[in-house]
T-cell receptor, first 115, second 114 residues
Framework: DAKTTQPPSMDCAEGRAANLPCNHSTISGNEYVYWYRQIHSQGPQYIIH???NNETNEMASLIITEDRKSSTLILPHATLRDTAVYYC????????????????FGQGTILTVHP | KAGVTQTPRYLIKTRGQQVTLSCSPISGHRSVSWYQQTPGQGLQFLFE???????NKGNFPGRFSGRQFSNSRSEMNVSTLELGDSALYLC?????????????FGDGTRLSIL
């Protein structure tokens, strides 16, 4: 799986948009970009994923650059409950062999939302 | 729909003992993956099971093993426990085939070795 690079930490004011960047310059054509977050003492929570088109769901939006070398996760109106570690992962999913069921987590970005 | 359930939530063992952790996936999910999370190494993949067969394995010693039952429930076992095995053990489930589906995680079993 392609390596991803994220800033170690970011701050955001409550009610403002949180924009979390991720670099995946070596991503291959069959790798999707996934975002998960982990709130303290809980398991990781799936947020969103995409291949090359921008995606939006009830939690967030995902913007992927046209060359697919980077992406941004957007939490439109951050709340205190969004304080968590956010992981960006490039994943081949069930493409066979060593990709089955394996997510490769980096260190992620610690997002702190302030009142 | 019920989420992924892991039992027990907390466990304390001593060196040399063995331990079995349990995971019940989301109904209809046939793939179960296990991860170890420590402050030093972060989240690391242990293995994945699909339809009772191990399809993928991470870089862990043979003391770490697992299995999956016909109802997709899974267990992992760690034998001859070492202090370094103290960690949060996470289980995740997904449909396991047919393209890209996200993994859904339980809240883990926190294992402490004395």
């Amino acid at each position: 799986d392609a390596k991803t690079t994220q800033p170690p930490s970011m701050d955001c004011a409550e009610g403002r948009a949180a924009n979390l960047p991720c670099n995946h310059s070596t991503i291959s054509g069959n790798e999707y970009v996934y975002w998960y977050r982990q709130i303290h003492s809980q398991g990781p929570q799936y947020i969103i994923h995409g291949l090359k088109n921008n995606e939006t769901n009830e939690m967030a939006s995902l913007i992927i650059t046209e060359d697919r070398k980077s992406s941004t996760l957007i939490l439109p109106h951050a709340t205190l409950r969004d304080t968590a570690v956010y992981y960006c992962i490039a994943d081949k999913a069930n493409a066979g062999g060593t990709s089955y069921g394996k997510l490769t987590f980096g260190q992620g970005t610690i997002l702190t939302v302030h009142p | 729909k019920a989420g992924v359930t892991q039992t027990p939530r907390y466990l304390i063992k001593t060196r040399g003992q063995q331990v079995t952790l349990s995971c019940s996936p989301i109904s209809g999910h046939r793939s179960v993956s296990w991860y170890q999370q420590t402050p030093g190494q972060g989240l690391q993949f242990l293995f994945e099971y699909f339809s009772e067969t191990q399809r993928n394995k991470g870089n862990f010693p043979g003391r770490f093993s697992g299995r999956q039952f016909s109802n997709s429930r899974s267990e992992m076992n760690v034998s001859t426990l070492e202090l370094g095995d103290s960690a949060l053990y996470l289980c995740a489930s997904s449909q396991g085939q047919g393209g890209h589906q996200p993994q859904h995680f339980g809240d883990g079993t926190r294992l402490s070795i004395l």
